[in-house]
């Protein structure tokens, strides 16, 4: 077969082809730290003490609020992936309606489990937030945000979204004032793109929740 027909995958499909790679790995991730959590919960542990990324400041706002209705609604504070209930109790919470909220790590929110088991959640404490510059880098095979000299977390939810990869800008929103970990994606603004094609990234925002 000559070069010339073999196909040659255009830059698109090779960023989409990466995004994907990069899915799979978080799924890998994701699965591995599960079984490590479901075997601690086998083992007698405590939660909490598995997930070590929930800071110390995040659980104790959280034991402040309250679980009710017989524990079907359940007030918690967002770690950046998940909710916190008042008893450490981890509650995930789907990545899309997180990105789509722009969900920041401190957030306060309350959480209504239906009949059927449904987990349906509301923001009703909002953090005060800032909002700053970065730039998107790899770190270990993860999509991260370099802003001020400190790497922050963003749920990979947002990166596919937004077609996000290495070396662009973004703007991202953190809790004001605080130390976190996670930040959420406010805007991309791609390499060597214009501000007209900013824009229009701007105005699609309402389809995230297709991710």
Same mark, same amino acid.
């Given at each position: 077969?000559?070069?010339?027909?073999?196909?040659?995958?255009?830059?698109?499909?090779?960023?989409?082809?990466?995004?994907?790679?990069?899915?799979?790995?978080?799924?890998?991730?994701?699965?591995?730290?599960?079984?490590?959590?479901?075997?601690?919960?086998?083992?007698?542990?405590?939660?909490?003490?598995?997930?070590? $990324?929930? !800071? =110390?400041?995040?659980?104790?706002?959280?034991? *402040? +609020?309250?679980?009710? %209705?017989? #524990?079907?609604?359940?007030?918690?504070?967002?770690?950046?992936?998940?909710?916190?209930?008042?008893?450490?109790?981890?509650?995930?919470?789907?990545?899309?309606?997180? $990105?789509? !909220? =722009?969900?920041?790590?401190?957030?306060?929110? *309350? +959480?209504?489990?239906? %009949?059927? #088991?449904?987990?349906?959640?509301?923001?009703?404490?909002?953090?005060?937030?800032?909002?700053?510059?970065?730039?998107?880098?790899?770190?270990?095979?993860?999509?991260?945000?370099?802003?001020?000299?400190?790497?922050?977390?963003?749920?990979?939810?947002?990166?596919?979204?937004?077609?996000?990869?290495?070396?662009?800008?973004?703007?991202?929103?953190?809790?004001?004032?605080?130390?976190?970990?996670?930040?959420?994606?406010?805007?991309?603004?791609?390499?060597?793109?214009?501000?007209?094609?900013?824009?229009?990234?701007?105005?699609?925002?309402?389809?995230?929740?297709?991710?």
């Amino acid at each position: 077969m000559n070069m010339s027909d073999k196909q040659v995958l255009s830059q698109d499909q090779k960023q989409q082809l990466s995004i994907i790679k990069k899915s799979l790995n978080l799924a890998e991730k994701s699965v591995e730290e599960a079984r490590k959590i479901v075997d601690s919960l086998l083992e007698g542990k405590d939660v909490a003490s598995v997930v070590k $990324s929930t !800071s =110390k400041e995040i659980r104790q706002k959280a034991r *402040k +609020l309250s679980t009710t %209705d017989g #524990g079907k609604i359940v007030e918690g504070v967002f770690d950046g992936q998940n909710m916190i209930g008042p008893d450490s109790r981890l509650y995930p919470m789907p990545a899309n309606y997180a $990105s789509k !909220s =722009k969900l920041v790590e401190g957030d306060v929110l *309350k +959480l209504t489990i239906q %009949d059927d #088991g449904t987990f349906l959640f509301k923001q009703i404490g909002p953090i005060e937030r800032s909002k700053v510059i970065g730039k998107v880098v790899e770190d270990n095979g993860d999509y991260v945000i370099k802003a001020d000299d400190k790497l922050y977390k963003v749920l990979l939810a947002s990166i596919t979204y937004y077609k996000a990869e290495a070396g662009d800008e973004v703007t991202i929103i953190i809790p004001e004032g605080k130390e976190s970990t996670w930040a959420a994606i406010e805007n991309v603004i791609k390499k060597g793109e214009s501000e007209g094609d900013e824009d229009e990234d701007e105005d699609s925002g309402d389809d995230l929740e297709d991710i």
